[in-house]
């Protein structure tokens, strides 16, 4: 274990005048770290789940509730933005954090994994992705100047480069390729950003590199040098999540993670289940975001300490306990029960949507807090083996 929290007024520092980020890792416990990401709205503790807010709104919930999960950075998307509204509209109405009224931290994606969940509407290019709107079907060109473009209209604290994911399984081949035209789109985006603010004066806008290679650790480690060189203000690891068995990401990410740069930031994109974070976290990975959370809580799913609860199961009909005992989240201490939770889903009534994502969030929340406090107080694998010991219960 390493030092021990700072103060406020000495991270808040950090953040020299002009800079669009800072970060300091506070404390170590093994691979797993603390640290402090400073962005221009405010202080994210890490490690930190994003929630995705992918058209400018965690789906169901307010900015307040939202933040009341202990969220200090949420994530928004370019490709869905900029389809619809549009960026310009946005940016004149004072950006992505106004437009949302989110006042904390926020990152966005440049739309890379959409045009690979996109596949059949997208074509790969030297120069980008050509695609036709899920929306409309009109043509659309993604290039990397213009996820920049988009991601400055935005105004996040943090823009994500334009990168190619492959699928899950592919050869190397592929997998290299996809590392390669990465490296070349960094090089642009890194240019463009260089471009804007020479041109335009315009704020500093944190750029992170995406690390590709499939399932090759030492292709994943040429890449997460060759990135490293660059200068980005953090890094993340793309292209996982998306198709390989879930034991070999693990091993990958035990490998991976802990080579990249420490100075620097670690997102691990797109992941994922409670289990993943906690194996990750112990990698050294600082920040995650995935849509489960949410999603699952619309689609009638709880996720507890103990397992995933599926709330329209019979077995709930007559069931007065909270979704988890103990749980401090608004759901559980305001005493909805199990089986009231069931009736409204049975039902369609928008308000259990609401109620199972604030359980959800708080879950991730809380996760990623006491991760943090376990790293600080040099207990991490005991807390990384309780935490998956809980879960192996299974359903609820």
């Not at 506070?26 to 770290?33: I, K, S």
């Not at 739309?111 to 409309?136: E, N």
């Not at 390669?180 to 642009?188: G, I, K, N």
Request: hydrophobic content about 40%.
């Amino acid at each position: 274990m390493s030092e021990s929290e700072p103060s406020a007024a000495g991270v808040t520092g950090l953040l020299a005048e002009g800079a669009p980020l800072a970060f300091r890792v506070v404390a170590t416990d093994g691979d797993a770290r603390a640290g402090v990401l400073v962005t221009p709205h405010g202080e994210v503790p890490t490690p930190t789940f994003m929630p995705v807010g992918t058209l400018g709104s965690v789906k169901t919930l307010t900015p307040a509730e939202v933040a009341a999960t202990g969220a200090r950075i949420v994530l928004g998307n370019t490709y869905h933005l900029w389809l619809r509204p549009g960026p310009e509209i946005i940016a004149a109405l004072g950006g992505l954090h106004e437009f949302s009224r989110w006042p904390h931290g926020m990152l966005t994606d440049s739309g890379g994994f959409q045009a690979f969940s996109l596949s059949d509407k997208c074509q790969l290019t030297a120069d980008g992705f050509v695609l036709r709107s899920h929306l409309d079907g009109s043509r659309r060109v993604l290039t990397p100047e213009e996820a920049m473009r988009v991601q400055r209209l935005l105004g996040a604290d943090i823009a994500m480069q334009l990168d190619v994911c492959p699928p899950g399984g592919v050869g190397g081949a592929q997998a290299l390729a996809a590392c390669r035209t990465t490296t070349q789109w960094a090089h642009r985006c890194l240019a463009s950003r260089r471009q804007a603010e020479d041109r335009d004066g315009a704020d500093p806008q944190a750029l992170f590199g995406i690390v590709q290679g499939g399932t090759d650790p030492a292709l994943r480690l040429a890449h997460a040098e060759e990135l490293g060189q660059l200068p980005f203000d953090g890094l993340a690891l793309g292209g996982f999540s998306v198709g390989e068995p879930i034991e070999q990401m693990h091993e990958v990410l035990a490998q991976v993670a802990p080579a990249l740069d420490p100075a620097r930031p670690r997102y691990l994109m797109g992941v994922g289940k409670p289990a993943d974070l906690v194996r990750a976290i112990s990698a050294g990975v600082d920040m995650f975001d995935c849509v489960l959370p949410t999603r699952n809580a619309r689609n009638g799913q709880a996720l507890t300490r103990s397992g995933k609860l599926v709330i329209k199961n019979a077995r709930y009909k007559n069931d007065p306990e909270v979704l988890e005992p103990g749980c401090s989240c608004p759901t559980c201490t305001g005493g909805y029960s199990r089986a009231y939770l069931r009736h409204l889903f049975l039902s369609r009534e928008i308000l259990v949507l609401r109620l199972l994502s604030v359980h959800n969030l708080h879950l991730y929340g809380e996760l990623t807090a006491g991760a943090r406090q376990a790293i600080v107080q040099g207990r991490y694998p005991s807390y990384r083996r309780r935490y998956l010991d809980g879960l192996m219960a299974g359903e609820v």
